[in-house]
């Protein structure tokens, strides 16, 4: 579902979008303080085996994440097959490339352009495209970011660092328990000849979320 510049719907929403960081002056934040104590109460039970609690941890923060999205952008702006693909059934595709590992969610691929601006949220929770980026940043599931962007886009985009010009269009797309997305954002310039790797440093989380540009200020040049 899409919001765009003024138009509206449940999946995505357009238009022309605040994060918040909260550091309550100690190593763990409120959140992280009341996680472990629940953790501790379900050990304690019986409920939970943190063995295979920190498997699963370390499965997200390792062998899943952003660099399997930036991946994925890199094959895009190197393959034009590989791009089209993506573009018509992102699911389809990764699974079917081989070599990104599987993702089960629906997934969609909506690409950047000069004239056109992708930005993704979930305003009921915090649905995420968790096989391709990994563990979703504090702020995609705060309540500012997530009420916000659908209204101002443009202004979180500068909370971002990020300005785009008046006559680019933005669409906010709003993720569901069915429906994921990820954003193909444009491929810097003075790029070309880049290999796949090279390309891939380029290619932040945020920017694939639609709050960030892929830029070689971001990544390593060659």
């Known amino acids: 579902m899409s919001h765009d510049d003024h138009d509206h719907d449940h999946h995505d929403h357009d238009h022309d979008g605040d994060h918040d960081h909260h550091d309550h002056g100690s190593h763990l934040s ?40 930036a991946r994925v952008v890199a094959r895009a702006w190197t393959d034009p097959a590989f791009k089209a693909a993506l573009l018509a059934d992102a699911t389809l595709a990764i699974n079917e490339a081989g070599d990104f590992g599987r993702t089960g969610d629906h997934l969609i691929a909506v690409e950047n352009t000069d004239s056109q601006h992708h930005m993704v949220v979930c305003t009921l929770c915090s649905c995420y495209p968790w096989d391709v980026l ?38 906010v797309w709003d993720s569901t328990a069915e429906t ?13 000849g880049w290999t796949e790797e ?8 945020n920017s694939m979320i639609g709050t960030g540009l892929a830029s070689p200020s971001d990544g390593g040049a060659p």
Request: proline share 10%; glycine share 8%; charged share 25%.
């Open 30 to 69: 409120e959140m992280q303080l009341r996680v472990r104590a629940l953790e501790t109460v379900l050990t304690e039970k019986g409920y939970v085996d943190p063995a295979v609690l920190d498997q699963i941890v370390e499965h997200f923060e390792t062998k899943v994440g952003p660099h399997i999205g």
């Open 134 to 171: 990994g563990l979703p940043p504090v702020w995609y599931k705060s309540a500012p970011y997530r009420s916000r962007v659908v209204i101002e886009p443009r202004g979180v985009l500068a909370d971002f660092g990020v300005t785009l010009p008046p006559s680019t269009n933005i669409r």
């Open 180 to 192: 994921r997305y990820l954003v193909l954002p444009r491929r810097p310039e003075g790029t070309d």
């Open 198 to 205: 090279q390309l891939a440093a380029l290619v932040t989380r």
